[in-house]
Nanobody, 125 residues
Framework: QVQLVDSGGGLVQAGGSLRLSCAPS????????MAWFRQSPGKWREFVAG????????AYTESVKGRFTISRDNASNTVYLSMNSLKPEDTAIYYC??????????????????WGQGTQVTVSS
């Protein structure tokens, strides 16, 4: 069992930056492919970014390309989402997720086995 702890959310003005972190409780993430999803009120949870266990491959949803960067530090057992040039439409609860089937990035909620509790990101205009 993997327990994930999300952190780093907050309130920021449009154009600002935040960095989210995801760390496990009690187990290494080194063999897991990781992703960040987000969910805003009345909407489905959507894929934002993903990274393979080796950090060799990353993927992003179109709306965040060039603004967000997913990374991982296997030595510290932490996955990050650096968010720059934030927009009000980025406002959501952000969740990290983990799975370890294969070496490609999955983009569907049902393909992930473990989830963090979520961290709120609010971008004011």
């Amino acid at each position: 069992q993997v327990q994930l702890v999300d952190s780093g959310g907050g309130l920021v003005q449009a154009g600002g930056s935040l960095r989210l972190s995801c760390a496990p409780s009690g187990r290494s993430l080194n063999s897991y492919n990781m992703a960040w999803f987000r969910q805003s009120p009345g909407k489905w949870r959507e894929f934002v970014a993903g990274i393979t266990w080796s950090a060799g491959v990353t993927a992003y949803t179109e709306s965040v390309k060039g603004r967000f960067t997913i990374s991982r530090d296997n030595a510290s057992n932490t996955v990050y989402l650096s968010m720059n040039s934030l927009k009000p439409e980025d406002t959501a609860i952000y969740y990290c997720a983990a799975e370890r089937r294969g070496t490609w990035i999955k983009t569907r909620v049902e393909e992930y086995d473990y989830w963090g509790q979520g961290t709120q990101v609010t971008v004011s205009s």
